[in-house]
């Protein structure tokens, strides 16, 4: 493409489209609102309350599964002690150790994003600043940067 095609382009895009940012193609005359709050405008920006909720629940159901997981695991787990013993049923006790933190966090985690996303559809006046933090919150909190799935002992 030469370089006077591209000029050309560059205006006829230019003369399509005002200077005026327009959300949802809605010209500003029409009842539309910039910041999709309180506005008249029948095409005003909404949050379903339902939506929200319905993820939260999601999320909580998802704690409750890995709750049922995890009781099979640990009716899996009779039998292995912390004394002194074989070395691989040690390094087996490692593991389940490690997990055992690692699925209660997740779970805790699942609890808070679910409250969150419920109270995300319920409290209209929270900006999505005040919902970042809380879940900035549960990351910090939460996730780190170790492994999973026990020590690398003596390697």
Do not use: F
Not at 109 to 116: P, T
Request: net charge negative.
């Amino acid at each position: 493409m030469a370089w006077g095609e591209w000029e050309q382009l560059k205006a006829a895009a230019a003369e399509r489209h005002t200077t005026q940012t327009q959300l949802n193609q809605l010209p500003a005359d029409q009842g539309g609102t910039s910041s999709g709050g309180r506005g008249g405008g029948a095409d005003k920006l909404r949050s379903d309350k339902a939506a929200w909720t319905k993820a939260g629940e999601g999320v909580g159901a998802l704690r409750e599964s890995l709750g049922k997981a995890w009781v099979e695991v640990e009716s899996g787990q009779t039998g292995l002690g912390k004394g002194p013993g074989c070395l691989t049923a040690a390094a087996q006790q490692g593991v389940y150790d490690s997990w055992k933190r690692y699925v209660k966090d997740v779970g805790e985690v699942c609890d808070g994003l679910a409250g969150v996303l419920e109270k995300a559809g319920s409290d209209q006046l929270r900006t999505d600043e005040a919902i970042e933090a809380e879940i900035a919150k549960l990351k910090t909190e939460y996730y780190e940067d170790t492994p999973v799935g026990g020590q690398a002992k003596g390697r």
